[in-house]
């Protein structure tokens, strides 16, 4: 049995979820609403206030599907109660971002600023060198938080560019002078 496919899912108050047919799994909550349609082979059921994923049978695909279904179902739930927020850093000098309405303006040393608009759905703040991105779907924020990052990604001579706030850079030695 798939240990991450067997837990269930608790449903905090203020939570509601909807299974339609063709596993249409609506989430409404405080912050929003996420919809997704889920694999059809998985059998999803709503019992009081937990959630719950299983499987057919025991087929390598069905095994696969079974952890990610839970895991997609738990991070709509997780969305819409708490939100998800990616934190980004801009090192090096004269590589700055700024915000204006929904337009994210970087400048990273190249001969123009990079300018990137804000998904539907995701918002994003710059607080001197520090870039926050959030929003309610994980997957939406990871991947804009990836795009802003591979814009100047960090080099590892002197960790020039945009890397994530828990993001460790294995740095290099510079080349040597000779005698």
Same mark, same amino acid.
């Not at 905090?12 to 047919?21: L, M, N, Q, R, S």
């Not at 912050?31 to 019992?47: N, Q, V, Y």
């Not at 499987?55 to 695909?61: A, Y």
């Not at 939406?140 to 814009?151: H, M, T, W, Y």
């Given at each position: 049995?798939?240990?991450?496919?067997?837990?269930?899912? =608790?449903?905090? =108050?203020?939570?509601?979820?909807?299974? !339609?047919?063709?596993?249409?799994?609506?989430?409404? /909550?405080? &912050?929003?609403?996420?919809?997704? @349609?889920?694999? !059809? *082979?998985?059998?999803?059921? #709503? $019992?009081? *206030?937990?959630?719950? +994923? %299983?499987?057919?049978?025991? #087929? &390598?695909?069905?095994?696969?599907?079974h952890g990610? @279904?839970r895991t #997609?179902?738990?991070?709509?739930?997780?969305?819409? @109660?708490? /939100?998800?927020?990616? $934190?980004?850093?801009?090192?090096?000098?004269?590589?700055? =971002?700024?915000?204006?309405?929904?337009?994210?303006?970087?400048?990273?040393?190249?001969?123009?600023? +990079?300018?990137?608009?804000?998904? *539907?759905?995701?918002? %994003?703040?710059?607080?001197?060198?520090?870039?926050? +991105?959030? /929003?309610?779907?994980?997957?939406?924020? /990871?991947?804009? =938080? !990836?795009?802003?990052?591979?814009?100047?990604?960090?080099?590892?001579? &002197?960790?020039?560019?945009?890397?994530?706030?828990?993001?460790?850079?294995?740095?290099?030695?510079?080349? @040597?002078?000779?005698?």
């Open positions: 049995m798939s240990r991450i496919g067997r837990m269930p899912i =608790a449903v905090p =108050a203020g939570v509601t979820v909807d299974i !339609a047919e063709n596993n249409h799994v609506t989430v409404k /909550g405080p &912050k929003g609403t996420l919809e997704r @349609t889920l694999p !059809a *082979e998985m059998e999803i059921k #709503l $019992e009081g *206030e937990t959630v719950t +994923v %299983s499987r057919p049978n025991d #087929l &390598k695909k069905m095994k696969s599907l990610l @279904t #997609l179902i738990n991070n709509m739930v997780v969305g819409v @109660t708490n /939100g998800y927020t990616k $934190e980004l850093e801009v090192n090096g000098v004269g590589y700055r =971002a700024s915000k204006s309405g929904k337009e994210l303006t970087l400048n990273l040393g190249y001969s123009h600023p +990079v300018v990137m608009t804000d998904p *539907e759905g995701i918002e %994003s703040k710059v607080e001197g060198n520090k870039i926050t +991105v959030s /929003g309610i779907d994980k997957e939406k924020v /990871g991947q804009f =938080a !990836a795009e802003i990052r591979d814009k100047r990604r960090p080099e590892p001579y &002197k960790g020039k560019g945009i890397k994530y706030m828990d993001e460790v850079i294995r740095r290099k030695v510079g080349k @040597t002078g000779k005698k």
